[in-house]
Nanobody, 120 residues
Framework: QVSLVESGGGLVQAGGSLRLSCAAS????????MAWYRQAPGKQRELVAS???????NYSDSVKGRFTISRDNAKNTVYLQMNSLKPEDTAVYYC??????????????WGQGTLVTVSS
């Protein structure tokens, strides 16, 4: 079983930057795509950015050009560098990973979430 632990959230002023980290630990055949989601109060959880094991990245339109996702496969860690933060980026940010428990069996894993608050 794989567990994900996020860190790096906090309070920042609009225009500022934060870097989130998510480390995966535990037993897995391999970890495929890793991603960051966020959920603002009263809203549905949405995909922010994803990155495959081959480093193909995808971003939501709302963060494109401001956020950068990266990963260190050797450490099973994914990062989210968030620049030019806006109040509307305020949300709980969740790490997600697609975990192959065997060569053909896949399960999603979720972190506990880390709160990002952007003040105006």
């Amino acid at each position: 079983q794989v567990s994900l632990v996020e860190s790096g959230g906090g309070l920042v002023q609009a225009g500022g930057s934060l870097r989130l980290s998510c480390a995966a630990s535990g037993s897995a055949f391999r970890i495929d795509t890793m991603a960051w989601y966020r959920q603002a109060p009263g809203k549905q959880r949405e995909l922010v950015a994803s990155i495959t094991s081959g480093s193909i990245m995808n971003y939501s339109d709302s963060v494109k050009g401001r956020f950068t996702i990266s990963r260190d496969n050797a450490k099973n860690t994914v990062y989210l560098q968030m620049n030019s933060l806006k109040p509307e980026d305020t949300a709980v940010y969740y790490c997600n990973a697609l975990v192959f428990t065997t060569a053909v069996s896949i399960l999603p894993a979720w972190g506990q979430g880390t709160l990002v608050t952007v003040s105006s």
